[in-house]
């Protein structure tokens, strides 16, 4: 019987490409899945189809369709939800002025109980960030604003449907 024995540099050599080879591995995270209300938003391209204001002041109430007065070129408009908490605002394929630009970045972020969104929308005149209730489905949201007036509240319900 052969006793083979390795030169104790060979030994050391094989320990050590084994002990690296075996050693602590660092995995990639796994990318956490979005909650259902994420995904549902994320999904798609979004597109105003309703905009009403209901003013209550002093006992009186008034309503106000505002989609009725937006022009063509503001109705294709549509709005592209990221994971991220970005967003992107598109003139669509008809810009009201040849100088805006096509797109637009803007942020958003949901409350705790994910039932208030908030938006800064960089093309919302009048009001860069909005927040409100949200009720959301696969084919479309509604984000209402309510904002205290003199003698009564101003709320605007923007429906946005999914394409």
């Given at each position: 019987?052969?006793?083979?024995?390795?030169?104790?540099?060979?030994?050391?050599?094989?320990?050590a490409?084994?002990?690296?080879?075996?050693?602590?591995?660092?995995?990639?995270?796994?990318?956490?899945?979005?909650?259902?209300k994420?995904?549902?938003?994320?999904?798609?391209?979004?597109?105003?189809?309703?905009?009403?204001?209901?003013?209550?002041?002093?006992?009186?109430?008034?309503?106000?369709?505002?989609?009725?007065?937006?022009?063509?070129?503001?109705?294709?408009?549509?709005?592209?939800f990221?994971?991220?908490?970005?967003?992107?605002?598109?003139?669509?394929?008809?810009?009201?002025?040849?100088?805006?630009?096509?797109?637009?970045?803007?942020?958003?972020?949901?409350?705790?109980?994910?039932?208030?969104?908030?938006?800064?929308?960089?093309?919302?005149?009048?009001?860069?960030?909005?927040?409100?209730?949200?009720?959301?489905?696969?084919?479309?949201?509604?984000?209402?604003?309510v904002?205290?007036?003199?003698?009564?509240?101003k709320?605007?319900t923007?429906?946005?449907?999914?394409?």
């Amino acid at each position: 019987m052969k006793n083979f024995s390795l030169p104790s540099n060979s030994l050391a050599l094989f320990c050590a490409l084994i002990l690296v080879a075996c050693g602590d591995k660092k995995t990639k995270e796994e990318p956490k899945p979005l909650d259902v209300k994420t995904e549902t938003l994320v999904a798609r391209s979004w597109r105003v189809s309703a905009d009403v204001t209901v003013t209550t002041q002093n006992g009186t109430t008034t309503t106000v369709d505002n989609y009725a007065v937006y022009p063509a070129c503001a109705k294709d408009d549509f709005i592209q939800f990221k994971d991220d908490k970005t967003m992107i605002v598109d003139e669509g394929p008809t810009k009201c002025a040849a100088s805006d630009p096509q797109r637009q970045t803007g942020v958003w972020s949901w409350n705790s109980d994910q039932t208030i969104m908030t938006m800064t929308d960089p093309t919302f005149s009048g009001r860069g960030t909005y927040s409100g209730p949200i009720d959301l489905n696969a084919a479309a949201f509604k984000l209402t604003l309510v904002d205290a007036i003199a003698g009564g509240t101003k709320t605007q319900t923007i429906t946005y449907t999914g394409f």
